[in-house]
């Protein structure tokens, strides 16, 4: 069976940061992939907010960019999924896609987050075309417009204040009739002149045309009465869901499934296996944050064979 030093499961900016500092410490790292290879940000347009790129940078070119610069320095990257893993014991043994085992003196999880979405087939048509479940990523391209926000948690209160200070108008579509943000959240929202509140409303179908969208057909769930909104912008908030669920049996997460990782490092509840990223990260994830995460990630990793 083959062993590595140093195993890294998921290809997004944690996940690559980390093999290029893991790399240049000589540990031999193999990436896997995982099933969407580049991440998240592979379904973002345009990128203006990560440092070195001055005119900005479309998502997959930036994964692009670091997966070359990982590969670089030896890094080997597989396309593939871990399915399974044993972290009883050292080595750490983990199938990929099924069918193959293998070896790992330390393995860092950087499998991200995904967003949440409704589920109508609008939502995919027009991703990254103004449907984003980033404020702060995709906020600055609809400065001075209409834009909807889904959800009624403190995450939608944020991203609707946010995209207040950017744009027109933010609409919050909100499917009860009250907010489930703190108070404070709450306060902030009603307080906001540009926010209009839609309550116990749903979304029927998000509007568009080859350009992206351009509005949103919502029903109130109440009375039945229908109508349309005219907007650029259409952003989920209404929750990620951490890719942790292969690891639950060994490493320690918290209600949500976010893994837990000691102190301002990134070692989880079992030595040698650490985490980085957004499967570790309920609060920033934004993509320089998780590259940070990745680069700690990777130097936890090779102070741990030093002293193993």
């Known amino acids: 069976m083959e062993r590595v030093k140093c195993l890294i499961i998921g290809s997004g900016p944690a996940g690559y940061t980390a093999a290029i500092y893991a790399s240049r410490a000589n ?4 990436v896997y992939e995982g099933i969407q290879p580049g991440g998240q940000l592979t379904t973002t347009t ?20 670091l997966k070359k610069q990982a590969e670089r320095f ?31 003196d330390t393995v860092i999880i950087a499998t991200g ?19 984003s479940a980033c404020a702060t990523c995709d906020g600055f391209f609809y400065r001075k417009k209409d834009v909807a926000v889904v959800g009624g948690g403190d995450t939608a209160c944020e ?16 499917r009860r009739d009250v907010l489930r943000a703190s108070k404070a959240m709450q306060e902030r929202v009603l307080n906001t002149p540009n926010i209009e509140v839609l309550w116990n409303t ?5 509007l568009g045309d080859e350009f992206g969208v351009t509005g949103a057909a919502l029903v ?14 259409f952003f989920l908030a209404i929750g990620h869901h951490p890719n942790s669920e292969v690891f639950k049996e060994f490493v320690q997460t918290n209600p949500e499934g976010y893994i837990i990782t000691e102190g301002k490092s990134q070692k989880t509840n079992v030595p040698g296996v650490f985490a980085a990223g957004d499967v570790q990260d309920p609060t920033y994830r934004q993509a320089i944050a998780a590259a940070g995460s990745g680069c700690r990630a990777a130097m936890d990793a090779e102070k741990f064979l030093q002293e193993n």
């Open 113 to 131: 987050a995904t967003a949440k979405y409704l589920g109508l087939p609008s939502e995919e048509k027009f991703r990254g075309q103004g449907v």
């Open 159 to 174: 991203e609707a204040t946010y995209l207040a200070g950017l744009c027109n108008k933010v609409y919050m579509i909100v």
């Open 220 to 233: 109130n769930n109440r009375t039945g009465e229908e109508r349309e909104i005219k907007i650029h912008g």
């Open 46 to 65: 345009e990128i203006d907010n990560f440092p070195g790129y001055p005119q900005g940078v479309t998502g997959s070119d930036m994964m692009e960019d």
């Open 202 to 206: 749903n979304t029927k179908e998000i």
């Open 27 to 30: 540990l031999n790292p193999v």
């Open 74 to 104: 030896g890094t080997q990257v597989r396309y593939g999924a871990v399915t399974k893993v044993d972290f009883s014991g050292r080595p750490f043994v983990l199938e990929i896609d099924g069918d193959k085992s293998i070896e790992a």
